[in-house]
C-alpha cells in the first residue's frame, strides 16, 4: 500500500509529491491526463516573493498587500507563512533549474502585477508556469516518482471520516481502478469551468476533487468567491497576462481615452470594465503599442502569438479587444494551517484548497507561490501522517458502487443532450453568478440548476464504448459541475453583503459585522448545506 | 467545408461551416454537435499544455494553433502508440527524459545566471512535450529505443545550464540509442510549435560530448570512411 497518494499532478501535486518523496514516503500520482499539461502552465504573470531584486521589499509589505486585496476575509497567519515562505520557495526553484527571466546584474528578473505596490513577480517571459511545471516534472523523473496518467478520479474511499484511497476510472482501459493509500493529497484545479467558454482556464479545471471531496462529507469554503481577470480576448476569453499592464498597458474605451487605474485590484478592474461595457459603449481594448515591438517580443511573446491567432490583430500595431472572464477560484477545499481538511489523512492543496491566503481577491503571482509553499506543507504532513497511521479502509464497498455506477452510465439512454445543458450553465452563470450579481438573479440562476440537476438522469454519454471515452469523461465533469453550482449559488445569495470579487448590486457596501466569517458548504445526506 | 478525419483505419468527413476556428474548436464543434464518439486530446487551447498535438495533410500542428482549410486530412500523431482515433499514448515516449536524465542534478546555489547565460536555454525550456518530433523522426520510427527529439532538446536544456554541476553523468546517458543515433535530417525542427531546433540541440550535445572524450561510433569500422582498401 502506498503510504501519499496524490490526485493531480500541476504544480500543487508536484510539489507535494517531491516533498512527501524527500520526508521518507512511498509516494505516487495520479493524473486525469499528464503531468505537463495541467493549469499551472497557463500561469503567465509570475511568482511572488519579496527579493528586493527590481526596488526596495519586503516580506512585511508583501503581506500587507496581500492582506489588503483579501478584503478582510484571509487568515493573518496563514498570509504570514506564504509570504515569508515566498523568498526561500523561489530560491528553491531557482535550485532545481527553473530558468527564471534575469537582470543586467544577474539576479532573477521581477515585474509589478495589479494590486502590488512593488515589483515582486519572478518570471519567465510570460511563460512562467509552464517554466516551473516542467523543472517540477523534471525532479520527479530525478527522483523516480511514480505517475499513474490518465486516470479520472471518482471517489475517495473512507471509512469514519478517514480517508484509505480512492477510485478512479481509467481512460484507457475504461476500467474503474483502485489506489489504496494511507494519505490522500487532492490537487486537482479549480472550477472555473463552470463559466465553460467564459472562462480562462483549461477544459480539465472542472473541480473534480472538490466534488469528490464534498460527496465524501468534507467541507468547502468561501465557493462563491470566484475571481474574474479584467482581460481576456474578447472573442475567444484567452487570457492576456497581467503582465502587459504592469508594463504599462492602457486600458481604453471605445472613444479611445483611459478610465481606470490598469494596476487596481483584478475585483475593482474587472468591475470598472464590465460597468465601461454595459452603460460606455460596448467595447474596451487593452493597448501595449507604445511598449514597442522589441519590448513585447521580449518580455510578451506568448501573448503576440496568442492575439495574432485568435483576434487576428497584431498587438504591436492594433488594439485589442478583451472582456473579464472567471479564471481563479479563490473557495475550495476547507484546509487548516497545516493544510488538513476535516477528514483524517485527507489533504488539500493548491487552487482546489482553500487555505485562506487569497480571501476575497487574489492578488495576481499569489497562486504560483501557494503551490510552492503549501505543497511542501502538504506533502510532508501527508508524509507524516501516512507514517504514524496503521489504519486501513475496507475498499471492496466503494470499489464495487463505482464500477456499477460506470456501467449503468455506459447502458443509460441519453435522451437531454448534455453538452447543450453544459453551454447554458456557463451562460447562466456568466450572466447571473458574473462580476455583478444580486439575489433575485442568484435565486433564478439556482432554480434553473435544480430544474438541470433534475434533469441529469436523462442525461448520459452518447458514446458507449470503453476505451478512452472522452464523451463518458465529459459527462462525469460535467455532473461534478452541477454539485459545485449548487455550492457556489448558496454561498453567494447566504452572503448579503460585497466583498472583492463577490459584488452584490443589491448590497453594495461591505459588512464586516455580520459577514466577515467563512461560507462553509457541506453535504448531509442528499442535501447540501451552508453555513458561516 | 469538408474536413477529414482519420478513425482508426477508415476516414470519416464531416461537413462544417466554415468560419475564422482553430482546428481545435471545430473538433470540439464535431464533438458536441455532431459525433460525441470522436476522441482527441485537448486542454488550454492556447498553445501551452502540448495536449493537441495531430497531423493535418500530412504535417504535424498543435490543433488549437492551426486555422484548417476546406478539405483537410487529420490524422493522428504517428509512431506513438495509437489509442483512439486522435489519441496517441504518451507515456513511453515521456520516460525518454529519465533515460536522458534530462534534470538539474546539483545545482550550485552560489552561480550567478547573467541575462546572457539565461538566454542559452530559454527556447529548450519553452518546450511543451507535444510530441510532434517524435511524430516526425524517421530514427524514432525505426528505433523505439532512440531517446528522441524532445528529450535530447531537454538534456541541451539542463547541460547548458551554467547552475548545473553533473554534466558529464548526462553525457554518459545520451551516448547509447542518443545524440550519434540521430541523422540530422532535420524533420524535427519545422513541426515544432515552439519554435525550437531538437537538430540543433543535438548537435551542441555531440560537440560537448567529444570534449568530454566520447566519439562517434560509427567514425570506426563499418559505418566510418572508405579510403577505398582493396577488401
Partial sequence: MLDVLIIGSGGAGLVAALHAKASGANVAVVSKSYPTRAQTCMAQGGI?????????????????????????????????????EGVEAVEWLDRIGVPFSRTQEGEIAQRRLGGATHARACYAQDYTGLKILHALYDQCNKEGIAFYNERYLLNLITEENCVGGVTVLNIKT???????SKSVVLATGGYSR??????????????????????????????????FHPTALKNSSILISESARGAGGHLLNKDGERFT????????LSQAILEEIEHGGGEVFLDIRHLGEAFIDEELPQERKLVKLYEDIDPVKELIPIKPVAHYTMGGIAVDNNSQTDMKGLFGVGECANHNVHGANRLGGNSLLELIVFGKQAGENASRYAQGSSLTCKTDEQLARDKKFIQELRERSSEIDFYAKRAALGELFYKNVGIKRNEKDLQAALDELYALQEQLPQMSATDKSKIYNTNLIEFLEFSNMLTLAEAVLISALHRRESRGAHFRSDAPDRDDILFQKHT????????????? | ?????????????????????TLLALLEKIKTAQDASLSFASDCRSSVCGSCAVRVNGVEVLACAHKPQDGDTVEPLRNLPLIRDLVVDMDRALTCNTVAQAFSSTNSENIKVSQTDEKLNELQSDCILCGACYSACPVYAVNENFIGPFALTRSWRYVS?????????????????????????NECVP????????????????SKSGVLGHMDPNMFGGGGLDFGAVR
Wanted: glycine share 6%; aromatic share 4%.
Fill in chain 1, 48 to 84: 511572488n516573493a519579496a527579493l528586493s531584486h527590481a526596488d526596495i521589499d519586503s516580506v512585511e509589505i508583501h503581506i500587507e498587500d496581500t492582506l489588503k486585496s483579501s478584503q478582510g476575509l484571509a487568515s493573518k497567519e496563514a498570509i504570514e507563512v506564504l509570504c515569508r
Fill in chain 1, 174 to 180: 475504461g476500467e474503474v481502478e483502485l489506489f489504496k
Fill in chain 1, 194 to 227: 463552470l463559466y465553460t467558454k467564459y472562462s480562462t482556464n483549461a477544459t480539465g479545471s472542472t473541480g473534480d476533487g472538490l466534488a469528490a471531496a464534498l460527496r465524501a462529507g468534507v467541507k468547502l469554503s468561501d465557493m462563491e468567491f470566484v475571481q
Fill in chain 1, 261 to 268: 487605474d490598469e494596476l487596481a485590484p483584478r475585483d475593482k
Fill in chain 1, 520 to 532: 462553509i458548504t457541506y453535504k448531509e445526506g442528499e442535501s447540501l448545506c451552508t453555513y458561516m
Fill in chain 2, 1 to 21: 467545408m469538408h474536413l477529414h478525419v482519420k478513425r482508426a483505419d477508415e476516414s470519416v468527413t464531416y461537413e462544417l461551416e466554415s468560419g475564422s476556428e
Fill in chain 2, 161 to 185: 545550464d551554467v547552475r548545473e554541476q553533473d554534466v558529464a553523468d548526462k553525457i554518459n546517458a545520451i551516448q547509447k540509442d542518443g545524440v550519434w543515433d540521430c541523422t540530422l535530417c
Fill in chain 2, 191 to 206: 513541426v515544432c510549435p515552439q519554435g525550437i531546433a531538437p537538430k540543433q540541440d543535438i548537435v551542441m550535445l555531440r
